[in-house]
C-alpha cells in the first residue's frame, strides 16, 4: 500500500504529539512525521527538523504539511526549497483538522490530488 505522506509543523512538540496521537486513534498506517519546536526542542521551529521530517514521510505519493503560525509556513518553504522532491504541497488548513482529513483520505489509498482536494473543499 501507497499512501500521501504528512507533516506536523507546530512551534511546541507538545502540539504536533497531541495532534499525532488523536489521529493514530483511527487512522494507524498513513505515515505521518512531526516537525515540533526547535532542534533543542524550545518553542519554534527548525528548517532542518522539517527537512527530515518530509524525508521521512514521502513514500512516494507525496507529502502534504500542515503547519501552525506564519514562521512554521516560511521555515516549510525555506527546507522544500532545499529539497529535490517535487510532489510537496504546503496546505493553507487548520492544523488538527487539515491533518486528520488529509489522513483519513490517505488512508484511503488516494492520491495526492484527491488528498489536496479533500482538505481544500473541506475547508473553503
Known amino acids: 500500500m501507497s499512501y500521501v505522506g504528512i507533516v506536523l509543523i507546530s512551534h511546541s512538540p507538545k502540539v504536533v504529539d497531541g495532534i499525532n496521537d488523536m489521529i493514530r486513534q483511527v487512522i494507524k498506517d498513513v505515515p505521518i512525521e512531526m516537525a515540533g519546536g526547535t532542534d533543542e526542542n524550545d518553542i519554534g521551529t527548525s528548517i532542518e527538523k522539517i527537512r527530515q521530517a518530509i524525508e521521512r514521510a514521502d513514500k512516494g505519493q507525496g507529502v502534504m504539511v500542515f503547519y501552525d503560525i506564519g514562521s512554521a509556513k516560511m ?50
Open 75 to 124: 521555515n516549510a518553504e525555506m527546507a522544500i526549497e532545499m529539497m529535490e522532491l517535487d510532489s510537496i504541497k504546503v496546505m493553507e488548513a487548520p492544523l488538527l483538522e487539515g491533518a486528520y482529513v488529509a489522513a483519513v483520505e490517505s488512508g484511503m489509498e488516494k492520491n495526492m490530488d484527491n488528498v489536496v482536494a479533500a482538505v481544500s473543499k473541506a475547508f473553503d
